[in-house]
């Protein structure tokens, strides 16, 4: 019968959570790490064994990782609503960094700036959603606003409620963003079509429609660098 070791059999230095404190948390393994989140393992495996397993059912890719959802993280043996609670609101804490961190941008003038608000917001999730960045005259960035949120193949781009909300904020130029969940970034004849309707029914309310960013994974896809506007 194979002997089993606890976390807390290890020297000192080498735990975890020891290690974290002496060491910084750069010393850390990803295993180590989820570790701390789970704190304790199964009558089988310690914790850092449990972080591995379930790090090689994400293969070992902690972008595939942040994808896996509560009750995925409840399959695990030994990780109740506690830990799996944890672990998410681990990777929510960092995607919302991200996204302060995009926020901070003060104005946009490209694709790529206008990218590096966007695919922090969409880039994880498993569905479509559609989003406006409003800009001022400077094209500085004051607002923006999910307008739906669809399947994992379709989203609806409501012009009314865009506009709507332009004029609301005073917002003379308009960044048109959604997601490609399947990680093609290649537009659609429906994502063609609708990107003229804005860019028509804005330009009646003198609204410049900007760009549209489709926003895959990591990767994005500009309408505007693409001459499609």
């Not at 990777?91 to 694709?111: D, H, K, V």
């Not at 130029?173 to 063609?192: A, F, M, Q, W």
Request: hydrophobic share 40%; glycine share 8%.
């Amino acid at each position: 019968m194979r002997e089993r070791f606890t976390i807390q059999d290890w020297a000192s230095d080498e735990r975890p959570r020891e290690k974290f404190i002496t060491r910084g948390a750069e010393s850390l393994s990803d295993a180590e790490l989820l570790a701390i989140l789970i704190r304790a393992g199964n009558k089988d495996e310690n914790a850092i064994e449990l972080g591995r397993k379930i790090l090689r059912a994400a293969g070992n890719c902690l972008n595939s990782l942040k994808k896996f959802t509560y009750n995925d993280l409840k399959r695990f043996r030994g990780v109740g609503p506690g830990k799996a609670l944890s672990i998410l609101a681990a990777f929510e804490l960092g995607r919302r960094c991200e996204i302060e961190g995009a926020q901070q941008q003060p104005q946009i003038y490209s694709s790529h700036q206008a990218a590096a608000v966007a695919v922090p917001m969409l880039c994880h999730l498993q569905h479509e959603e559609c989003w406006v960045l409003f800009l001022n005259k400077s094209n500085r960035l004051i607002g923006k606003e999910r307008i739906s949120s669809g399947g994992i193949d379709a989203t609806v781009v409501d012009v009314r409620v865009i506009l709507r909300l332009a004029l609301e904020k005073n917002s003379c130029r308009i960044i048109l963003v959604h997601n490609h969940p399947s990680g093609n970034r290649i537009p659609g004849e429906t994502d063609k079509l609708q990107t003229i309707k804005l860019k028509n029914g804005a330009a009646v309310c003198e609204i410049q429609l900007v760009d549209h960013i489709i926003v895959a994974g990591n990767d994005y896809f500009s309408f505007a660098d693409e001459g499609l506007l």
